[in-house]
């Protein structure tokens, strides 16, 4: 079906897309030495991969998080929300703990990436349906459990790294966690084949997710396999959070702001649109926002700090406004 | 036959509470003061330094010297700060009548940072005092704001006041992050991100000494808190100005707060659990109640900063650390709770005035089901 | 549609006991009875929303458990009353989807036909376009129907499609349900609160109370003086209006 709204949805995404690739480039050439070609290359090999890191960040946030909201039928909660970044690095931060810090996974971060991963999927999947089946899908709950979640994670995340080294515990810290300033870049290529591979394992999932908007009892209705195809998608979004926190550290609201920003544009159930959608705003949100810390703050600020105010402020913004919670 | 029999226990059981009431309710409180005793006095030897016992027996005025500055100063403190936190929540609970409100649910926390990070901004040069008087200032703004923004929405789940407190926080807290990282202060700021004890030495701490007239200032008002928190015609009826008991009791927590923040720095949690935990067995009473869980709040500061002190000795693990992860279990706990037991469960504390009539109550669901 | 010794136990509470009946055919069959009688739990069990403890469904002779959930959506269609669809979504691609379990997402030229006939049915043409959540409470559950419609399965089950709706949606919602069964020749099977529609608009009635089925006939025998005041506890008298027996309770 062709409809008219389908095709000016169309448009819009190519439009942003160009937005995305202008951003891009702009991100890659603003204040480049191009006189001397040594000093050009530098700057190209120095932002090449962090640009790189922050397309496939977008796409996984936005992607995992539209998917999500989906499933539990609720535009305000998002995974980061629910502590599942934190549930991440707390477990690449207790591999690192039990392996130690000279052993080859500790080293290696594609092994590491590989070893959190896998306890990654397990993990989130056993905590989240607990708590999801416990509070019977209640939304509200759900996100308070989540937020308190994001703290027990992070506490105890903070006490291991203590306890691994009490006199260093910043500086290892920052080697355990990524952020904007410090990317994990090591692993673009597993996280790109992580990525294809969750979208070919669950493409008939994804083709779903339309119908699931309905609701689980229109869902099963219509003759879908309701709670097998929950826990396949559930598992996707957990890897795709993995892979963005894995590379440029927890960014709690990011996931709310590019989701609901897609639905508000482009006003569609079709999830394939509102996917894209999502990922393109990421992609300029990120792009255009770490251009303005490097080049307006030089850096002194990361650009995750403005994502929590502004997203923080649309959170309660969307709570209070949200009818049907 | 047997559905009969086990509501007749039921109610011989209640009935006998009833009676005993009225022992049991100091009983409590005087096995909490005994059991606060006993861990006090364990705090105060447990340490980095081993004390010479003989030595402060002979009266060497120098051992005297550091066990005073550092381990009395450090107890006093943890005490000042147990019932400080748990008071505070407990008010904000009873003024707000929602069980989820705490300092740190209700942005209280993160406004008092706020203010000292605006006091090392302004006054780089400033005092503890100084920056106690931003700390104050802007944790009763921050409060009050929240108070005044909940009451203007009606909320259809009780759970959605924490959710906007804990947000609101949240975004106050990137504000402060956004300032520290623009004028270089997140070194100076982390000392107050993660609440510790281990800077407690004297001359450093003595504001968190204010905690007690305020406690007690709490205490005398208490019967107010509990008649606004029944709502503003309630009150009104009752001849309680709504609006000055309201605003002032929030100054109040608000106040104890901060104190403690700018000593210690940020402490989660507290406030909202442990009043929580003591309702659940002596109902919701604040002037009943009131002693108790600052009692209680007492004891679960000096437990946690003793894990803290033992887990990686010599090191000390911060205290917010180790209430992060107790408090936001239990937290999760008191959620699940009141999920399975219905909303009454912890809106209302346990209903009856005893715990035994409570657990009576919930053996009799049982008891009918079976 | 056969359903046989039907228990189900909610937290050791037995919320339906051992409940047996037949469904005819190309018939509307109305549950009715008190709040928590059971009649909605029997009605989600029946449409395999909710996992029965014991007792079986039999469904064209096939436990309904062993159907093929893709199979048995082309046979049998459910509307619960929890439609708060949050998605922008227009009531054209609301129907559509009722063409799922045929085409998979990806409609022939036959699947547009039959979604436009659905809506033509449902009276819904111009407000083809425009988003479920714009609409009213009656043209929202029209368009549901009209999904239902596009579903094309001989069974409908509807879980009190009155509910919510004012005097004039209920009643038209009432008649629909009748032109399901007339025009459309379908089995309708619904759980409705108001006794006198299902008197008036149903063949059968199924009264339930305290989890088993007290009373199931055909109307005229379930819409007596004795049978509803057994199962409501309140009096009832029996009228008898354009030859369909209404109660009223006092």
Redesign the interface.
């Known amino acids: 079906m062709r409809t008219p709204a389908y095709r000016a949805n169309v448009r819009k995404l190519v439009i942003m897309a160009a937005i995305v690739l202008a951003s891009a480039a702009a991100y890659m050439l603003v204040e480049v030495n191009f006189s001397s070609s040594k000093l050009m290359n530098y700057a190209l090999s120095l932002r090449a991969p962090k640009l790189i890191v922050m397309l496939i960040t977008a796409f996984a946030i936005g992607g995992a998080s539209i998917v999500f909201q989906s499933i539990i039928n609720n535009t305000i909660v998002t995974p980061c929300l629910l502590g599942m970044n934190s549930l991440y690095t707390l477990i690449h931060t207790a591999v690192v703990f039990v392996a130690g810090t000279g052993s080859v996974i500790a080293v290696n971060a594609n092994l590491a990436f590989a070893v959190d991963v896998a306890i990654m999927g397990i993990a989130a999947t056993v905590i989240y349906s607990y708590f999801f089946k416990?509070?019977?899908h209640?939304v509200?709950?759900v996100?308070?459990?989540g937020?308190?979640?994001t703290?027990?994670f992070?506490?105890?995340q903070?006490?291991l790294t203590?306890?691994m080294d009490?006199n260093e515990y910043d500086t290892l810290l920052n080697s355990l966690v990524a952020s904007f300033s410090n990317v994990n870049s090591e692993i673009i290529v597993l996280s790109l084949v992580l990525l294809a591979a969750i979208i070919f394992v669950l493409r008939r999932e994804l083709a779903l997710l339309d119908v699931l908007t309905l609701g689980k009892e229109q869902a099963i209705s219509l003759g879908v396999d309701y709670d097998k195809c929950i826990r396949k998608l559930l598992l996707g979004v957990t890897l795709c959070i993995a892979v963005a926190t894995a590379m440029v550290g927890p960014i709690s609201f990011l996931g709310l702001i590019i989701a609901n920003l897609s639905r508000q544009l482009l006003k569609t159930y079709r999830h394939s649109l509102l996917i894209l959608g999502s990922a393109f705003f990421g992609m300029i949100v990120l792009v255009i926002g770490q251009l303005i810390v490097e080049h307006v703050?030089s850096y002194?600020?990361?650009v995750s700090?403005?994502i929590?105010?502004g997203g923080?402020?649309y959170?309660?913004y969307l709570?209070?406004t949200e009818k049907k919670? | 036959m047997d559905k009969l029999a086990i509501t007749n226990f039921i109610m011989f059981c209640s009935v006998l509470s009833r009676k005993g009431a009225k022992v049991k309710k100091y009983a409590v409180t005087l096995v909490l003061v005994f059991i606060l005793i006993v861990l006090s006095l364990l705090s105060l030897f447990i340490g980095v330094i081993d004390i010479d016992l003989k030595a402060l027996a002979g009266g060497d005025s120098e051992a005297w010297w550091i066990f005073l500055a550092s381990r009395l100063s450090r107890l006093l403190a943890i005490l000042c700060t147990g019932v400080g936190m748990s008071v505070a929540g407990l008010i904000m609970q009873q003024l707000c009548m929602n069980k989820?409100v705490s300092p740190t649910t209700g942005a209280t926390i993160s406004s008092a940072q706020f203010g000292i990070l605006l006091a090392l901004l302004f006054m780089p040069a400033s005092t503890l005092w100084g920056r106690a008087i931003f700390a104050f200032v802007m944790a009763i703004l921050g409060t009050w704001t929240f108070v005044w923004f909940i009451q203007r929405?009606k909320f259809?789940?009780v759970?959605?006041v924490?959710?906007?407190g804990?947000?609101?926080g949240?975004?106050i807290?990137?504000?402060t992050?956004?300032l520290a990282?623009?004028y270089?202060m997140t070194q100076a700021l982390s000392t107050w991100l993660?609440g510790h004890f281990s800077l407690v030495i004297r001359g450093r701490y003595e504001i968190v000494y204010l905690t007690v007239p305020l406690v007690i200032l709490a205490f005398i008002f208490a019967n107010h808190f509990n008649i606004v928190g029944m709502g503003k015609d309630f009150s009104k009826n009752l001849g309680v100005h709504y609006n000055a008991v309201l605003f002032m009791g929030l100054t109040i927590a608000a106040m104890i707060t901060a104190s403690i923040v700018v000593v210690v720095g940020s402490i989660?949690y507290i406030g909202l659990i442990v009043p929580n935990v003591v309702a659940m067995f002596k109902g919701d009473k604040i002037r009943g109640t009131i002693i108790d869980t600052a009692l209680f709040g007492a004891i679960f500061v000096l437990v946690c900063d003793m894990i803290g002190r033992v887990?990686?000795a010599p090191?000390e693990?911060?205290i917010?650390?180790?209430v992060?992860?107790l408090g936001?279990?239990i937290?999760?706990g008191l959620?699940?709770y009141r999920?399975k037991n219905g909303r009454k469960a912890i809106r209302l504390g346990a209903a009856g005035s005893s715990a035994c009539a409570a657990a009576a109550g919930a053996a009799a669901e049982r008891g009918e089901?079976? | 549609m056969e359903v046989r010794e039907l228990t189900k136990k909610y937290?050791?509470?037995t919320v339906v006991d051992s409940v047996s009946f037949t469904i005819p055919k190309g018939k509307v069959i109305s549950l009715i009875g008190p709040n928590g009688a059971g009649k909605s739990t029997v009605m989600g069990i029946i449409s395999r929303l909710i996992a029965r403890d014991s007792g079986l469904v039999a469904f064209e002779g096939q436990d309904i458990s062993k159907w093929k959930s893709k199979e048995l959506s082309k046979r049998l269609a459910i509307l619960t009353q929890t439609n708060n669809i949050q998605m922008k979504l227009t009531v054209r691609e609301l129907v559509t989807f009722g063409r799922f379990p045929y085409s998979g997402g990806h409609n022939t030229p036959e699947d547009e036909e039959i979604i436009s006939r659905a809506i033509e049915y449902m009276e819904l043409q111009e407000f083809e376009d425009r988003f479920i959540d714009e609409l009213s409470g009656g043209q929202r559950q029209r368009a549901m129907i009209a999904m239902v419609i596009a579903q094309d399965t001989e069974h409908v089950l509807l879980d009190e499609p009155t509910n919510n709706l004012d005097i004039y949606h209920a009643t038209n919602m009432m008649k629909i349900v009748r032109r399901l069964c007339d025009e459309l020749g379908k089995t309708v099977i619904l759980v409705l609160h108001e006794i006198n529609y299902a008197a008036f608009y149903s063949d059968y009635i199924c009264a339930f109370k305290d989890g088993r089925i007290a009373h199931f006939g055909p109307v005229k025998e379930v819409m007596t003086k004795e049978v509803l005041g057994d199962i409501y506890n309140v009096d009832f008298e029996i009228m008898e209006i354009s030859g369909k027996p209404l109660s009223i309770y006092y």
């Open positions: 416990k509070t019977n209640n509200l709950y996100l308070l459990i937020t308190v979640l703290s027990l992070s506490s105890i903070t006490t203590r306890v009490p703050y002194a600020v990361p700090v403005f929590t105010v923080g402020i959170f309660l709570l209070l919670v | 989820f929405i259809k789940d759970v959605m924490p959710l906007v804990i947000m609101f949240n975004v807290g990137g504000v992050n956004y990282y623009k270089e993660v989660s887990v990686i090191y693990l911060p917010e650390l180790i992060g992860i936001s279990l937290f999760i959620l699940m999920l089901g079976a | 937290d050791g509470k």
